[in-house]
């Protein structure tokens, strides 16, 4: 990284009104604002109902939840594991799944997740001989793990499987949507849809425990109304970051009054879980909007931004997946960068909300984290790809890793493999 780039990289967030105006501005259009997660249109209230709902919306035996924690938490209280079980689970995570499971006394034994996000099936096999009594899998941002090999040693060590689909709804293996191979799924619904809440708990094995009956409640009318003002904020930027700026800065000013005046409301997309809210139901807001969502057209937009910043990225900056793959719905476009914080205070000068993810793993088993694992924790950051985010939008965000160097450099790449990536031996230990 040169001088210049550092500077940028390390620049206040007050210095760089002029340099943004000045590189903003791409084939005769100004992008002022790329929000990093789906917003909510005013559209999207008026749309009929759609003709076709997809897996798992359209699941057989559901069950909806305020966030997918809570889910978590409640199957795994029913599944009611004994004193010498466990969940094998891999290390590398958010830690929400892993604090709900924790919360039910289920005990956790980890297994390791190489860095092309794929899991090692020897040391799955030999861990499943080892007292486990389920398997639980997460498929990364919309990559699925290796599913049939799972699901053949599930069968054969007699294994719940359960699948975390939190960051891969819509998206497919072969003809099989992520989610049914298993026993049980769960999937956030508000990481990939504008919606204000929502988790959904699927049961495909209907000879396993059942969840529920459940009396759930509703969240405040606060909490509901605050997350919508920030989805629909999201959309009013994406079109007038000033003006839209502008209400961000009065509802949080709003918010700290409220704050202040010890009035709560319940967080979505936060860290941590709260035994205290597994019994929040879904809103009826995201009841509404999910029947109303084009589907096949949120899919169809991932999968466009996906590969148009694959092309503008690939050999010059360090995308962490390849290709796509039929039937893959991409969560964000993750990439490498040197050090994740503060690549993503860079870009958020510049508008670019950037997300870091999983930064930290099971604070209470510190040895849990590989190498490999560890290196994704610090160097992966996602860029937004989301069915909100235009073509002239991608071309800025890729533009802009590209000026502020934001890759391993030469000589420090890791070497690209088909569906993502593997570093050069010790390459993490370099940073």
Known sequence: MNSVQSKAISAPLDSSSRERREIARLNGRLVHYVPGWPVLSPVDFLRAKSKHVPFPLNAAN?????VARNAIYH??????????DCVLVPNYHHGNEVAAIRSTGTRIVYYSIDRNLQPDLDQLSLLARGGARALYVIHFVGWPQPMSQIAELCRTRGLILVEDCALSLLSRTGDQALGSF?????????????????????QNNPNLPRIGPLQLHRCSRLSLIARCADLMLGWIRNHSDRFGGLLANLKQRFG????DAGVTRVPVGDIGFNPALVYLSMSQVCSFLLKRFDYGSILRMRRSNYRHMYERLVGKADPLC???DDGICPLFFPILVPDKHAAANALSRLGIEATE???YGDPLVP????EDAEFLRRHVLELPIHQGVSDVQIDYMAEQVLRLGLHFGPGRRPVQERGGFMGPPGVSESW
């Open 367 to 370: 040895g849990e984290i590989s």
């Open 62 to 66: 559901q069950q909806y939840f305020y």
């Open 75 to 84: 199957l795994f209280r029913a599944l009611n594991f004994k004193a010498d």
């Open 357 to 359: 993810l999983w930064n």
């Open 322 to 324: 390849g290709g796509l």
């Open 256 to 259: 700290r009054r409220l704050h």
């Open 182 to 202: 298993g026993d049980y799924s769960v999937y956030c619904l508000y990481k990939t849809l504008p919606v204000p809440n929502g988790g959904l708990l699927v």
